[in-house]
Nanobody, 121 residues
Framework: QVQLVESGGGLVAAGGSLRLSCAAS????????MGWYRQAPGKQRELVAD???????NVVDSVKGRFTISRDNAKNTVYLQMNSLKPEDTAVYYC???????????????WGQGTQVTVSS
C-alpha cells in the first residue's frame, strides 16, 4: 500500500507564507511526477504546480512568482513554498504523486488527504 501524508497548512494573514509538505511511503518502486492541486469551496479542483522526476517545474499563472514547488527524491517528498499569500489562495490543498509499485507495472496517481490553507484579509 501507498500512503501520502501532507502537512503544513493553516491560517495565515494576507502577505504571509506557508510551506506544505507531502511525503509518500509504502510499497513504492518508483515515483514519476509530483504535484499540488487545490479546491476552494464551490469550485473544481485545479492544478497549482507540478514537478517532473527530473525537476522540471510548471506553475500556473495565478501563483507564478509567489509559489515554488520542489521535491526531495531521496525522501519521496514534494514541497510547496507559498509566499505573498492572498485571500483567494484559500482552499484545501492536495498533493498528487504518480507511483509505480511493481516492475513494468502501470503508473497510478495517488492523492494526499488534503490540508486546509486559509488566508485572512
Amino acid at each position: 500500500q501507498v500512503q501520502l501524508v501532507e502537512s503544513g497548512g493553516g491560517l495565515v494573514a494576507a502577505g504571509g507564507s506557508l510551506r506544505l509538505s507531502c511525503a509518500a511511503s509504502g510499497s513504492i518502486l518508483s515515483i514519476n511526477g509530483m504535484g499540488w492541486y487545490r479546491q476552494a469551496p464551490g469550485k473544481q479542483r485545479e492544478l497549482v504546480a507540478d514537478i517532473s522526476r527530473g525537476g522540471t517545474t510548471n506553475v500556473v499563472d495565478s501563483v507564478k512568482g509567489r509559489f515554488t514547488i520542489s521535491r526531495d527524491n531521496a525522501k519521496n517528498t514534494v514541497y510547496l513554498q507559498m509566499n505573498s499569500l492572498k485571500p483567494e489562495d484559500t482552499a484545501v490543498y492536495y498533493c498528487n504523486v504518480r507511483i509505480r509499485i511493481i516492475e513494468l507495472g502501470p503508473w497510478r496517481d495517488y492523492w494526499g488527504q488534503g490540508t486546509q490553507v486559509t488566508v485572512s484579509s
